[in-house]
């Protein structure tokens, strides 16, 4: 009634190790794909992240030089110098939690992960 084909081990085995290659190799190309995804994001927070600290770094320099000269004339030179400091400082940390909160969100490929762990369930069910 039913055609029962015999294949041996080494046919069954050679089999589960071409499928385990293909779904390794294809785990590597998604991988990658989603790699670089995820580098682009950190990419664009770094970014952000160097600017603020380079806004941060022109704003100590030049609104310390300016502030200081102007404040200078209502309280003591040290104090101006003190409140313009605390002033950029503010400034540069709000832009720098702002490239810290996106730079948060880059995150593993969870996708090739769950991927990956499906296969090696898929791997060992088969094993059996």
């Excluded at 609104?63 to 200081?68: M, Q």
């Excluded at 400091?85 to 090739?112: D, E, Y």
Aim: charged content about 15%.
């Amino acid at each position: 009634m039913f055609d029962v084909v015999e294949r041996s081990i080494a046919s069954l085995v050679k089999d589960i190790v071409g499928n385990l290659q293909q779904i390794i190799r294809a785990e590597m190309r998604l991988a990658k794909v989603e790699v670089a995804e995820e580098l682009s994001r950190a990419g664009r927070a770094m970014v952000l992240l160097a600017i603020g600290g380079l806004f941060a770094a022109m704003a100590v320099g030049c609104l310390i030089l300016a502030a200081v000269y102007g404040l200078a004339h209502f309280v003591q030179p040290w104090a101006a110098a003190l409140l313009v400091a605390l002033g950029v400082g503010a400034i540069g940390g709000v832009l720098a939690a702002i490239g810290a909160t996106q730079l948060k969100r880059v995150s593993l490929p969870a996708r090739t992960v769950t991927s990956v762990q499906e296969n090696i369930q898929w791997a060992k069910a088969q094993a059996r």
